[in-house]
């Protein structure tokens, strides 16, 4: 009876409190337990069992009310997510969402989940960001345009050279590495105020990789907070994720001690919100929400006038776009890239700008084609298009955001073939 008391008192301790760190859950798992068989062994002085078995059934007993509470609670009714479908084993417990991310794979997973039970599947159990949704506005996308050029043009010309030294000014390259090593210089630039180059040094020091491995940390830490953080304690699966983080801090404290004279991201989230004289920051929305000495202080969530006396929804899940409510007008079957509603990615504005302009002006300045077999049986035989396309999907991994495998394309620079027609015949792709 000690032991199931026990077991119930620490599940009830898991369930409201759920602790992270890993001291409590040690303590929790096994001095209680312990505790138990100390106190059992002496309230039982008449004939006391060996200590070896006693522990070794205390233990088992323990961990067994301990799981059998969980998964009662969790596939009973009085689950808040009790009427929405999903596998069984994502009911029960966490650790195969973890593993699944640790694989690299949730997307796949998710996307056959959706095919069996349909769109809503239960698997798993706002803060404002004012900040980062100014820092991304219109005004401080035309800051960044002039930055998004310079990397752009630089990407063509590092594409270019390429091209001018390969046979045939053809060049055959993984142009995913190539867009990589792009997006960390613009981004470096637009966050840190540059200084990366990894598209010059072809990342000699290997940043993107550094970074890959620290994101593979975070994808598993996102499920299951507990299991981060014992991984943390262990320095194989932790040296990525500290490495890459002392990196992050290294260039943070980089760009404070520099005066940088573009408006980067790091103006906008930092420097202009902590100007007096700047309308956005701190001070000045303050002074404005003073008048007449008196404070409007808004206790609820969400102002009270845009939900209830202009029927303006604050936010909106993507469920919405899939009801019949006439107020959602979307299409029932969009594609979401982005998310939707107060958690949807707040670099949108830019990354589609920068997406835009990066294609319009490749294929403006060169010609994509699929490269030709390289084994000797099948040379020259062009590569199946649809073979490259699946295992190109096959080597994405889902690491908070997708890593990719290599994507390697033949390439023609137009600017050096104007006596050509610029053109490739269907036949010969």
């Keep these: 009876m000690l032991h199931i008391l026990s077991a119930v008192a620490v599940y009830v301790f898991f369930k409201e409190r759920e602790p992270v760190d890993l001291p409590t859950i040690l303590a929790l ?16 002085l008449v004939n006391p069992p060996p200590f070896g078995t006693s522990c070794l059934q205390s233990f088992f007993a323990f961990y067994l009310v301990l799981l059998s509470c969980m998964m009662a609670y969790r596939l009973s009714s009085f689950h808040p997510l009790y009427k929405y479908p999903g596998p069984l084993l994502c009911k029960v417990t966490k ?8 694989r690299g794979k949730l997307h796949l997973y998710y996307k056959s989940l959706h095919d069996v039970y349909g769109p809503i599947v239960r698997i798993v159990h706002a803060r404002l960001r004012r900040r980062w949704n100014e820092a991304f506005s219109t005004k401080p996308l035309k800051d960044y345009q002039d930055i998004l050029v310079e990397r752009a043009q630089q990407l063509c010309d590092h594409l270019e050279d390429l091209c001018l030294r390969a046979p045939g000014d053809v060049a055959t390259f993984d142009l995913a590495k190539w867009i990589s090593l792009f997006s960390f210089d613009f981004m470096g630039d637009i966050a840190f105020g540059g200084g990366f180059e990894l598209m010059r040094d072809q990342d000699a020091q290997g940043i993107w990789q550094r970074m890959e491995k620290g994101l593979t940390h975070q994808s598993i830490i996102q499920h299951a907070l507990w299991v981060g953080v014992a991984f943390q304690s262990i320095p194989f699966f932790s040296a990525g994720m500290r490495q890459f983080a002392r990196f992050a801090m290294e260039q943070a404290k980089r760009r404070i001690s520099t005066d940088v004279k573009r408006k980067d991201l790091f103006y906008h989230l930092y420097e202009a919100t902590a100007d007096p004289s700047n309308p956005s920051s701190y001070e000045a929305q303050l002074s404005a929400a003073v008048t007449d000495s008196t404070l409007i202080i808004i206790a609820e969530r969400w102002l009270n006038a845009n939900s209830s006396n202009t029927g303006t929804n604050t936010s909106s899940s993507s469920s919405s776009t899939s009801e019949g409510d006439q107020k959602f007008k979307t299409d029932r079957e969009a594609f979401i890239p982005f998310s939707y509603g107060p958690a949807n990615c707040a670099g949108k504005p830019l990354a589609l700008l920068e997406v835009r302009y990066v294609i319009a002006l490749l294929v403006t300045r060169f010609e994509f084609f699929l490269p030709v077999q390289a ?15 699946c295992q190109w999907e096959d080597a994405l991994e889902d690491r908070f955001v997708f890593t990719k495998g290599p994507l390697r394309v033949s390439v023609r620079s137009r600017t050096n073939n104007q006596g050509g027609t610029g053109t490739r015949t269907a036949e010969e792709d």
Excluded: F, R
């Design 375 to 389: 084994s000797e049986e099948e040379m020259g035989i062009p590569v199946d298009s649809k073979k490259l396309a």
């Design 29 to 44: 798992l096994v001095a209680v337990p312990s505790a138990s068989i100390t106190l059992k062994n002496y309230l039982n």
């Design 95 to 102: 650790l195969w969402i973890t593993w699944l991310a640790y």
